[in-house]
């Protein structure tokens, strides 16, 4: 792989993971709600399902949307769905820090199921491929989706990083659920956006 190359597939998965999405939105109200460590269950499983996506597109995937095209529109719905669901449990949630029981915290199935539900992700996937690696290669499939996991990761994790550190700001029940409701409404226009984009 060229540097030039390596250098352009960095900068676009860079872009794609650190923009503001549904996944990133979750991973902000996770560091708020349970603190760095905790939240990167949501940011390993968010990393790992991207990536597998990214490796199948890689590897035909996409040929299965070119042959089935409404298969896309079912996926939109589900992330629809998976969205309202993700923001109802955000906005219900009492705004206590730390539940030792751990049953509240995003895990990593479903950040792996946001990404898969992620009508964002299909695209970033198939045009990342579709700009890197349209010849199929792949050794370069991987190599891409290596990258990728790093990056994915580290911006996703940076995401939670904030919301672990706004904590401090954030010191109360009242406060967080504020910040909750507001992440909800956050993941509601996302979910509004992909019904009218």
């Known amino acids: 792989m060229t540097t030039t190359l390596f250098l352009s597939m960095a900068a676009f998965a860079l872009a794609a993971s650190i923009s503001p999405g549904p996944v990133n939105i979750v991973a902000l109200a996770s560091g708020v ?8 269950r949501h940011v390993t499983g968010a990393t790992i399902g991207f990536c597998l996506l990214l490796l199948l597109i890689g590897l035909g995937l996409n040929e299965i949307l070119i042959q089935w095209p409404h298969l896309t529109r079912v996926i ?3 992330g629809v769905g998976f969205l309202l669901y993700m923001a109802w449990k955000l906005a219900r949630d009492n705004g206590e820090f730390g539940r030792k029981d751990g049953v509240h915290t995003p895990s990593a199935l479903n ?8 009508p964002k992700a299909w695209l970033a996937s198939i045009a990342g491929m579709g700009a890197y690696v349209a010849d199929g290669d792949p050794v370069l499939v991987w ?3 290596a990258l990728y996991f790093v990056i994915c990761y580290g911006s996703v994790a940076c995401w939670a990083g904030i919301g672990a550190f706004l904590q401090h700001a954030l010191n109360e029940p ?8 507001v992440m909800a409404a956050l993941l509601i226009a996302s979910a509004v956006y992909l019904i009218l984009g």
């Not at 009242?174 to 409701?181: K, S, V």
């Open 33 to 40: 709600q349970h603190g760095f460590r905790p939240s990167l």
């Open 76 to 78: 939109q719905w589900a």
């Open 111 to 118: 950040g792996a199921i946001m990404q898969w539900l992620n």
């Open 143 to 145: 190599q891409f989706a």
């Open 174 to 181: 009242r406060r967080i659920r504020l910040f909750n409701r």
